[in-house]
């Protein structure tokens, strides 16, 4: 055989088997750095749990046992204006909105409280299995997360699970899932003691695009102090993260991938 023609062929059919396993290939998620655009006071005390903008105003979650609340906050000042403290022996955890209802989940006490949005009122409670870390919603449903690389859909007036998608990137798991938003048809979910924010697909759980924060709050007291918490102005298309105990809470635009 000529040596010179096996040569080729063998080339051409590497090059054959390389186009036919190109699209099956999953390239790495695309990571995007950050702009800061504003910044405000942040309560240095508060150990943010979960975030969210309605009607100019933030409503964030605290934890601890002891310290867990929720509460209604002036963005350009910080200050706190209405505020109701959860029972002591429960740890405040991610919170959302549906219609005008204000619904907090707690981390190991498997119960979450749906609140009155205006008046901080009680209306009633709700019980899960497992743990419970962020919430947001699409509209449609409830979004939770566990700490796992699961994410919970819930119907948002029953709060009966309706089903699970697992969260991956490259094929592999991604867990530590914690505060959430939903943002233009993605998930944003803040992954715990990390300085990222993954953009998730919501039907697949695959991972689009890595959020870079580093940087962002270097000079912190703990470690306890992560990057956690997440809101978004969808009218504005403004987006606002903070972390737990940072002083700080930051307007940010995304930059182009690198």
């Known amino acids: 055989m000529n040596p010179t023609f096996d040569s080729r062929r063998r080339a051409l059919l590497a090059a054959l088997a390389s186009a036919i396993a190109t699209p099956w290939a999953s390239a790495a998620p695309p990571v995007q750095g950050y702009k800061v655009v504003n910044s405000y006071p942040h309560d240095p005390?508060?150990?943010t749990q979960g975030l969210f903008f309605h009607d100019g105003f933030?409503?964030?979650s605290t934890g601890l046992r002891g310290r867990s609340s929720i509460r209604k906050v002036e963005i350009t000042t910080g200050r706190v204006v209405q505020a109701v403290e959860l029972p002591a022996e429960f740890f405040g955890e991610g919170?959302?909105?549906w219609g005008d209802r204000l619904i907090s989940i707690t981390w190991q006490e498997q119960t979450a409280f749906v609140l009155d949005l205006k008046t901080f009122k009680l209306w009633r409670k709700f019980n899960y299995a497992g743990e419970g870390w962020g919430i947001t919603h699409d509209g449609r449903e409830l979004i939770m997360s566990d700490g796992t690389a699961e994410l919970r859909f819930l119907d948002p007036l029953s709060f009966k699970e309706l089903r699970r998608v697992?969260?991956?990137a490259n094929g592999r798991p991604v867990d530590q899932l914690n505060e959430l938003e939903w943002v233009e048809g993605e998930v944003y979910a803040n992954v715990w003691q990390s300085d990222r924010i993954a953009r998730i697909n919501p039907k697949t759980g695959q991972v689009t695009g890595w959020i870079d924060l580093?940087?962002?709050m270097p000079q912190r007291s703990g470690a306890d102090d992560v990057l956690n918490g997440i809101a978004y102005d969808a009218k504005a298309k403004r987006l606002f993260?903070?972390?737990?105990l940072w002083p700080r809470?930051?307007?940010i635009q995304?930059?182009?991938p690198r």
């Open 45 to 47: 005390d508060a150990f």
């Open 58 to 60: 933030l409503y964030e």
């Open 95 to 97: 919170i959302t909105m």
């Open 166 to 168: 697992r969260v991956t």
């Open 214 to 216: 580093a940087g962002l």
């Open 241 to 244: 993260v903070t972390g737990k």
């Open 249 to 251: 809470l930051f307007e």
């Open 254 to 256: 995304l930059t182009k």
